[in-house]
């Protein structure tokens, strides 16, 4: 089993809908968790962090579920400019445990 | 905010060459910095984590004596990718963390592009 799994999809939504993603993680001594996204042929950048209580940022909502072990990524009213790979990032203990999903692709169409 | 830089940001060289990538943290200090590989289409792929003064510590299957890290102060390390091939290329991306909480974000490098011809 990976360390860290994510659907790849591809997710393919009309504009303005909603979608959410999950993603597991196996480590239950990971400690903090990240989302992050990647455009075509570019570096990943930091979308959020994601708390135990759960954190919004605009349309995106965060959620982190220690019990089942997985965090969740929730984008409303979705924008043709989210269409990206989405990254799911945890991280255990140590500074250099750091364990990358491998991403879940997000189509928007018009 | 931090920031990584990463140089250069696309190279193509004949096979065998040595190519030299750098990654810098532009506002902070860095003791610890990451190297990542990625294939088309597919994850990033940790291939060792570079500590400032010491040596670097490569994942498993990472060759040290082809991906030469050294991490000369704390804000650059440099990846050199040793007589290289074509089953090099790849995207190659830096990251570095800020500050040394387990719960800051890595920030990442523009990432190099190689091509081996």
């Known amino acids: 089993r990976k360390e860290v799994e994510q659907d790849p999809g591809p997710f393919n939504v009309p504009e303005g809908a909603t979608v959410a993603f999950n993603c597991t993680y196996s480590?239950?001594?990971?400690?903090?968790f990240f989302w992050y996204r990647q455009d075509c042929r570019k570096e990943p950048k930091l979308l959020m962090s994601?708390?135990?209580s759960g954190n919004e940022d605009g349309r995106f909502t965060a959620q982190l579920n220690r019990a089942s072990q997985y965090i969740s990524l929730l984008i409303r009213d979705s924008k043709l400019s989210d269409s990206a790979t989405y990254l799911c990032?945890?991280?255990?203990?140590?500074?250099?445990?750091?364990?990358f999903g491998s991403g879940t692709r997000l189509s928007i169409r018009p | 905010g931090a920031v990584v830089s990463q140089h250069p940001s696309w190279v193509i060289c004949k096979s065998g060459t040595s190519v030299k990538i750098e990654c810098r943290s532009l506002?902070?200090?860095?003791?610890?910095m990451f190297w990542y590989r990625q294939f088309p289409k597919q994850s990033l792929m940790l291939m060792a984590t570079?500590?400032?003064?010491?040596?670097?510590?490569?994942e498993q299957g990472v060759e040290k004596d082809k991906f030469l890290i050294n991490h000369a102060s704390l804000t650059l390390s440099t990846l050199t990718v040793t007589s290289a091939h074509p089953e090099d290329s790849s995207f190659y991306i830096c990251?570095?963390?800020?500050?040394?909480?387990?719960?800051?974000?890595?920030?990442f490098g523009d990432g190099t592009r190689l091509s081996i011809l």
């Open positions: 990251s570095a963390t800020y500050g040394t909480g387990v719960n800051q974000p890595q920030h």
């Open positions: 994601v708390y135990s």
């Open positions: 480590n239950s001594a990971s400690q903090s």
């Open positions: 506002d902070f200090q860095a003791t610890t």
């Open positions: 990032v945890v991280r255990g203990s140590s500074a250099s445990k750091i364990i």
């Open positions: 570079s500590n400032e003064g010491s040596k670097a510590t490569y």
